[in-house]
């Protein structure tokens, strides 16, 4: 079973950034999927980014050009860089990561942007 810890949330201004990092642990073979989602006050979970087994990378369209995921195969580990941020993108960041055998969330780390 996948296990997963995210960290580097936090408060910044608009136009600020931050880097989230998703540190994956367990029985981890073939990831095929490995995302942000994020969830602010009142709304549904969205897809922020996400990174597949071959490379392609995929954005919301309110984060392209912004937003930066990365994976790192050898920890396993996925990033978010998030630059440009806007109050908009406040909300709960939650990693999700895919095996053919599970998938994974973490706990949410929370982002706010202040104006």
């Known amino acids: 079973q996948v296990q997963l810890v995210e960290s580097g949330g936090g408060l910044v201004q608009a136009g600020g950034s931050l880097r989230l990092s998703c540190a994956a642990s367990?029985?981890?073979?073939?990831?095929?999927?490995m995302g942000w989602y994020r969830q602010a006050p009142g709304k549904e979970r969205e897809l922020v980014a996400v990174i597949r087994s071959g490379g392609r990378t995929d954005y919301a369209a309110s984060v392209k050009g912004r937003f930066t995921i990365a994976r790192d195969n050898a920890k396993p580990m996925v990033n978010l860089q998030m630059n440009s941020l806007k109050p908009e993108d406040t909300g709960v960041y939650f990693c999700?990561?895919?095996?053919?055998?599970?998938?994974?969330w973490g706990q949410g780390t929370q982002v706010t942007v202040s104006s």
């Open positions: 367990g029985s981890i073979r073939n990831i095929n999927f």
């Open positions: 999700n990561i895919r095996t053919p055998w599970d998938n994974g």
